[in-house]
């Protein structure tokens, strides 16, 4: 087996940070790209390069000195990307996947119009009277989406009525140069929970995936995680795994993909967003399941075997911690692990501002309101919201 022995992770946020000391296991090589000297990542990788990832010399002069490339997040342009695979670096997943978590438009085509999965109704919109036209079909609301450049909850716009069809049109995101944005109307799906899938492919087409979350989101921000997602039955969860797998395939992902999804108060789910990452609504892995989506992720690029997926217990939530009780988090660990010793929390290297992610706390057991109750607290006494 001809594996790939240094990884070169393009972003130094807090998922390359966390690819990282996997790949200390694994005696893998792990060479960065960052941002800036203090990001997440740079602060514990050996080899970082301090530069910009939309900069094709930079980039190319990065990836020389690697064996495969991956990524932290999904911003670096395509065309970038193509452009090293055609000098015959090794890129993981390639441009032709990532284009589908990077343009939403792209993404809908293929899922919906070419896969036929299930997504919500939608329509790429010219101008705020095609989205008012749009609204006036499906019903008010709507969801109007950029096509790139948003993330968290940036970019989405909840429209209630004809008179807010502007608002997308007239707000600017940061997207390369090059890459068009387009606006997107959604139906509005009155969900009864949103969940998630994380799978794993490998570049021989083997993949595996994670059991499916449920997750919670506050303001487009993922806050916590329970899995197995309860009260999905055997069935239901065996079929949102299916579909991970099959969108993994149709679209010859290499490494982490995770699917978010919407599930219907009559119990039906649509697609929601795509990353091919590790990707928070998996970070309860990183204690909760035999091999965490930052080590599968990696061996996958590597082309190493994949590891086990199962979960070590019956339940797992994993809860985001934003922003912080203080600066002193080592301090404000020792709080929460004198309390509850066997909890887990991951910070990831972070200064203290307002609605951060500094880390998350993941428990898991046999009692699903227990585990969950756990997590919460800890979560809250290290935000500093448990009125102590």
């Given at each position: 087996m001809n594996a790939a022995h240094t990884i070169g992770i393009i972003g130094g946020g807090q998922l390359a940070r966390m690819m990282y000391e996997a790949a200390i296991g694994l005696d893998l090589e792990v060479r960065l790209l960052a941002e800036?000297?203090?990001v997440s990542a740079a602060r514990v990788v050996r080899e970082v390069t301090v530069?910009?990832?939309?900069?094709?010399?930079v980039v190319r002069e990065f990836a020389a000195g690697c064996d495969v490339i991956t990524f932290d997040h999904e911003h670096v342009p395509t065309g970038l990307l193509a452009g090293l695979e055609a000098a015959g670096?090794?890129?993981?997943?390639?441009p032709a996947a990532l284009v589908h978590a990077q343009d939403k438009l792209l993404m809908r085509e293929c899922l919906g119009d070419g896969l036929g999965l299930p997504c919500p109704r939608w329509r790429a919109c010219r101008d705020a009277d095609e989205l008012r036209a749009l609204g006036s079909e499906l019903g008010w609301p709507v969801i109007a989406k950029a096509s790139r450049g948003g993330y968290d909850g940036h970019g989405v716009w909840r429209l209630d009525g004809p008179a807010d069809a502007d608002a997308p049109f007239e707000e600017s995101l940061s997207v390369s140069a090059g890459e068009r944005v387009v606006i997107i109307g959604e139906e509005f799906v009155d969900f009864a929970r949103?969940?998630?899938?994380v799978v794993v492919r490998g570049p021989d087409g083997r993949a595996l995936s994670y059991p499916v979350s449920e997750t919670v989101q506050d303001g487009g921000v993922c806050v916590e995680t329970t899995t197995p997602a309860p009260g999905l039955s055997a069935a239901r969860q065996s079929g949102i795994r299916a579909l991970g797998l099959r969108i993994a395939d149709a679209l010859g992902v290499v490494g982490l993909l995770a699917v978010e999804l919407m599930e219907r108060r009559d119990g039906g789910v649509v697609v929601n967003e795509l990353a091919m990452r590790p990707h928070n609504t998996g970070h309860w892995t990183l204690d909760g399941a035999v091999t965490s989506q930052f080590e599968n992720h990696l061996r996958a690029v590597a082309?190493?075997?994949l590891g086990a997926t199962d979960a070590r217990a019956p339940w797992c939530t994993m809860r985001n911690v934003l922003g912080g009780r203080s600066a002193d988090s080592v301090g404000d660990f020792a709080h929460v692990a004198?309390?509850?010793?066997?909890?887990?929390v991951q910070f990831y290297g972070k200064s203290l501002r307002?609605?951060?992610?500094?880390g998350h706390v993941t428990v898991y057991g046999d009692d699903c309101d227990r585990v969950r109750a756990r997590a919460r607290a800890a979560a809250a006494y290290l935000m500093g919201e448990d009125n102590d």
């Open positions: 800036g000297p203090d530069g910009d990832f939309t900069d094709p010399a670096v090794l890129v993981r997943p390639g949103e969940l998630s899938v082309g190493l075997p004198a309390a509850d010793p066997g909890l887990r307002p609605g951060r992610k500094r």
